[in-house]
């Protein structure tokens, strides 16, 4: 995407910076008090059982549909270019395969080994990309004055993160209002996400693995971003060193194109793994969420094992699924980013404002909540539609329609303009309906929560880390 688009887009992994210090700071303490093993579980304990099985099911909607064929997609497109296949299809099913067992066989614990590898395998990968393309270029200062020579007098500039308001794919105000709603979801709701630190053995240990995840994602930004810039400039000229069908089959080209035979194998491998850690990541997510938020208040009696084993099931139905949909259905986007992006933006709204006024307001009730995430995920689906189907926008858009054009916006301001109607909803619901919220009660071990010593080093790690995030935003202004 940076290489169409530019170096905007890393305002979505910035945005995780956001992510990861708002979970440690306010909601993973509450999670990890309340002795929640789900996200959805938050929801039942503050509202009640209906609103936890309703997001449970759109986080196992979205991890069947955007978050497994994701990667599935993404690690095709790698294998289609490294290996000469005709089509995703194989690679598909390699990655499938591959990652898929080991997910479901180990459950969390293999996961978070394994991805401590796969992170370091990326991390080592991408630095190595990055200072391999750099010397080819001559340099940071020549890869920068290169970038300007092709930027005509009236083009965007490629190497800002901050983009007028016209721009059409991140335009400042959707990165300020709408990335802040992607991050919430991301580090507040996503249960592939939290998962982990609900894994930890304390909230000192969770919040700084965030911390240390937040500094992971400005990395991101060189050995990720950056790579795709430099692919822009080598694709140009009347003797273009890369030549690719599309720009999601930009990385391996440029691997294949740069490095000497050792480092192809190391940095693909670390592409690779990426894509595995993300993959196996929501694989596991879904299996808990199903185990403990379905089977669980249907089987009561259900010992740890059935747990176990109705997860696995559920796991290789997601990775079925997934598999069709990253085959059928995924490559009709434009980009795999855009796609991933909408789902983020259209689906979440309501669920953040649950979740976020759930934490800060005693006034949202238990019927106002439930009715907010239907009407709430309804006006996503509607906005979706309103947007990207040309017939639906006839019919509620258009002249000989309803004539509602002012619901034709970009989808990072669609994403705040749904958690800002969804709030109203919560809080309007909760006066018309004026029942009480369920009440939050502390079943968790006090001794995980942290000293004040230890709230004092994750402060002052948070102010650190987001003197770094400030700093990549004033240097590529």
């Not at 990335?179 to 969770?206: C, N, P, Y």
């Not at 595995?276 to 259900?302: N, T, V």
């Not at 009709?332 to 796609?339: D, I, K, P």
């Not at 006024?357 to 006006?379: D, H, N, Q, Y």
Request: charged share 10%; with cysteine; hydrophobic share 55%.
């Amino acid at each position: 995407m940076a290489f169409v688009v530019g170096l905007a887009v890393a305002n979505y992994q910035l945005a995780g910076v956001l992510a990861f210090v708002a979970m440690g700071a306010v909601f993973l303490p509450i999670y990890m008090r309340l002795g929640l093993y789900t996200t959805p579980e938050f929801l039942e304990r503050r509202y009640g059982p209906e609103s936890r099985r309703f997001f449970s099911l759109i986080t196992l909607v979205t991890i069947a549909f955007a978050g497994i064929p994701g990667s599935l997609y993404a690690g095709g497109r790698v294998m289609e270019v490294l290996f000469g296949f005709e089509s995703i299809v194989p690679g598909v099913l390699i990655l499938a395969l591959a990652a898929g067992p080991y997910a479901m066989a180990g459950g969390l614990r293999t996961v978070i080994l394994t991805d401590f590898v796969q992170c370091l395998l990326l991390v080592v990968g991408g630095v190595a990309m990055l200072y391999v393309g750099l010397g080819y270029l001559g340099g940071w200062g020549v890869f920068e004055a290169r970038m300007q020579e092709l930027q005509g007098p009236g083009d965007w500039d490629l190497l800002s993160l901050v983009q007028p308001l016209d721009h059409p794919n991140v335009p400042w105000t959707g990165v300020v209002l709408g990335l802040t709603i992607h991050a919430l979801a991301f580090g507040a709701t996503s249960h592939v996400m939290v998962q982990r630190a609900l894994a930890a053995r304390s909230v000192h240990e969770a919040r700084m693995g965030g911390l240390l995840a937040g500094l992971l994602k400005v990395v991101a930004v060189f050995i990720i971003l950056i790579p795709g810039l430099m692919g822009y400039v080598m694709a140009q000229g009347p003797q273009p060193l890369l030549e690719v069908a599309s720009p999601d089959q930009l990385y391996p080209a440029m691997v294949q194109t740069l490095l000497p035979t050792g480092l192809v194998g190391l940095v693909l491998a670390g592409l690779i793994a990426a894509l595995m850690s993300s993959l196996d990541s929501e694989i596991c997510a879904a299996s808990g969420l199903f185990a403990m938020d379905w089977y669980q208040p249907y089987r009561p009696e259900a010992t740890q094992q059935r747990l176990v084993w109705a997860g696995r099931i559920l796991a290789g139905v997601v990775v079925a699924t997934g598999v069709l949909w990253a085959i059928v259905v995924i490559p009709q986007f434009s980009f795999l980013y855009e796609y991933l992006a909408k789902f983020a933006s259209y689906i979440p709204g309501a669920v953040v404002a649950c979740f976020l006024w759930g934490v800060l307001s005693p006034r949202p009730t238990r019927k106002a909540a439930f009715a907010t995430l239907i009407t709430g995920s309804l006006l996503g689906v509607l906005l979706w539609l309103a947007n990207d189907s040309e017939t639906i926008n006839r019919l509620v858009c258009g002249d000989a329609g309803l004539g509602l054009a002012f619901l034709e916006m970009h989808f990072l301001h669609a994403a705040f303009v749904i958690f800002a109607g969804s709030s109203a909803l919560l809080f309007g619901f909760s006066f018309a309906f004026g029942d009480e919220g369920a009440v939050l009660s502390e079943q968790g071990d006090a001794a995980l929560m942290p000293s004040r010593k230890q709230d004092r080093v994750y402060w002052l790690g948070a102010a650190g880390l987001l003197l770094v995030y400030s700093a990549v935003y004033w240097y590529f202004f």
